[in-house]
């Protein structure tokens, strides 16, 4: 149903500061708009976003429908130990996303 | 020739006073710049009494965008992401939007670095303010200008 494309590394050194990006297929359909006959759209977008480092958050973002539809986020996190990066979106409508990278740190 | 010495006196005091009226205007209007009441409230939701502080952050967007409907927004803050001293949060808004807020973003040491790159949606040309929470519990901020030609939000389907 729902595409998401994230971009990690697939290794890196002990302490390095590496980048993640993260594209989610989604409307992000604000509620602001109306139909042609004025009947408005009700709103259906991706609420939270989190990614998690081996089970720790390591960044979160609370959205709101002023984010562009497919909402991309660019942040970086420090390569720890080897392990999986998981990613998890949930919005409206019971929308849930999940996707998860593994890392291997040397 | 006492009377004209005396006039000019007067002009180059008159002409300094009028110069520093000007630039006291100037100084005094910059802050106090109209920024929608619906925007201030929402950042004083988030900040709630604390002073909030003009440098640090860099607010990178584009000054001209075609599509309001994507606008690319990176956020960065000169920090060394310490367990003592990191960016806790960053927070972004803009003044025309029907809503605020955009987004509300939570980092801290493990990011590495406070550096946030997302693409928002702007119903208008508009001010963009970037708000950010430092781990010693300050506020930061920065502002941008956008110019938008095709508006995001207007549409209908």
């Known amino acids: 149903m729902a595409n998401a494309l994230i971009n990690v590394p697939a290794r890196a050194r002990r302490g390095e500061v590496i980048e993640i990006k993260t594209l989610v297929s989604h409307p992000m359909e604000t509620g602001y708009r109306r139909t042609q006959l004025g009947a408005p759209i009700p709103r259906d977008i991706i609420r939270r976003f989190v990614c998690t480092y081996n089970g720790t958050e390591v960044f979160s973002a609370d959205l709101n429908p002023a984010i562009s539809a497919n909402p991309y986020f660019a942040f970086s996190t420090v390569a720890t130990e080897s392990g999986s990066i998981a990613f998890h979106w949930t919005g409206d409508n019971g929308f849930s996303v999940t996707e998860s990278a593994a890392i291997v740190v040397d | ?157």
């Open chain 2, 1 to 157: 020739m006492k009377r004209h010495a005396s006039r000019r006196e007067f002009l180059r005091i008159a002409g300094g006073a009028a110069a520093g009226l000007g630039l006291t205007a100037i100084i005094t209007v910059e802050p106090a710049r109209a920024t929608p009441a619906t925007m201030q409230e929402a950042i004083r939701k988030v900040v709630g009494s604390a002073r909030v502080n003009t440098g640090k952050v860099k607010l990178e967007l584009p000054p001209l965008s075609e599509n309001g409907n994507a606008v690319p927004l990176t956020v960065s803050v000169e920090s060394p992401m310490t367990e003592a001293d990191h960016v806790k949060a960053m927070y972004i808004f803009t003044e025309k939007n029907p809503q605020p807020e955009v987004v509300s973003i939570r980092l801290g040491p493990r990011a590495g670095r406070a550096r946030v790159a997302t693409r928002i949606r702007l119903a208008d040309t508009q001010t963009v303010v970037a708000i950010c929470e430092l781990s010693d519990g300050s506020f930061w901020s920065e502002r941008a200008d956008v110019v938008v030609t095709l508006a995001a939000c207007l549409e209908e389907l």
